[in-house]
């Protein structure tokens, strides 16, 4: 049973709009949430990230949201760029003394010029 | 070199064959980790290594062999794979931080992952 579920394989936004990624989780033990972002033949490489203690977190052009009560998080990129076309991967990480990272499947982003 | 490297890139061996992956962190880092990603399936975490000691094993079969002489090499020991082993294997590298508050969770800062090995068993 995944516990960090990308519901959408794919996505396609225009360059210049918003792109808004989601990702659900089932593990309320979950502290930390990452975003990673993947070009093909490179290895993953990390986005922004928020702690479960915050609902909200920005870096340029990039925000996270995290709702704990529903359980989701969600990506925003704006405005979009044709560079941003990549795999994006939710990741969550148990509390604790580990540092296990639980993968989602993924979304592709495809922003059109 | 910079970063998480891993080579070789791309790997074909048969089900008889020994072949070993490795990994190689410029960072500094004390956490060393190597992941699997099946075609459309999300990345699983394999082993990890926290200061050379293995910390984590994630159930994996005994054909992977997992390796770590430092903090900054991983190797992952092939031996007599299934096809169903062929994908993608990527290492990723973290800092370990310490305790923030006595007693509390140890943090990390978020794992850095090298290019990955395409691995084929026929």
């Known amino acids: 049973d995944q516990q960090v579920k990308q519901n959408s394989p794919s996505l396609s936004v225009q360059e210049g709009r918003i792109s808004i990624l989601n990702c659900d989780y089932t593990n309320s033990m979950f502290d930390y949430f990452l975003w990673y972002k993947k070009y093909p033949a490179e290895g993953p490489t990390f986005l922004i990230s928020i702690s479960s203690i915050k609902d909200k977190n920005e870096d340029g052009r990039f925000t996270v949201f995290l709702n704990k009560s529903a359980k989701h998080l969600s990506l925003h990129i704006v405005p979009s760029q044709p560079g941003d076309s990549a795999v994006y991967f939710c990741?969550?990480?148990?509390?604790?003394?580990?540092?296990?990272?639980?993968f989602g499947t993924g979304t592709l982003l495809a922003v059109q010029p | 070199e910079t970063g998480v490297t891993q080579t070789p890139r791309h790997l074909v061996m048969g089900m008889t064959n020994k072949k070993s992956l490795k990994c190689e962190q410029h960072l500094g880092h004390n956490a060393m980790y190597w992941y699997k990603q099946s075609a459309k399936k999300p990345l699983e975490l394999m082993f990890v290594?926290?200061?050379?000691?293995?910390?984590e094993n994630n159930s994996v079969p005994s054909r992977f062999s997992p390796e770590c002489p430092n903090s900054s090499h991983l190797f992952l020991h092939l031996h007599t794979l299934q096809p169903e082993d062929s994908a993608l294997y990527l290492c990723?590298?973290?800092?370990?931080?310490?305790?923030?508050?006595?007693?509390?969770?140890?943090?990390?800062?978020?794992?850095?992952f090298g290019p990955g090995t395409r691995l084929t068993v026929l």
């Open positions: 990723a590298s973290s800092q370990q931080k310490g305790r923030v508050l006595a007693g509390g969770p140890i943090t990390y800062n978020e794992q850095f």
């Open positions: 290594y926290n200061f050379k000691e293995q910390t």
């Open positions: 990741a969550a990480r148990y509390g604790g003394a580990t540092n296990k990272l639980i």
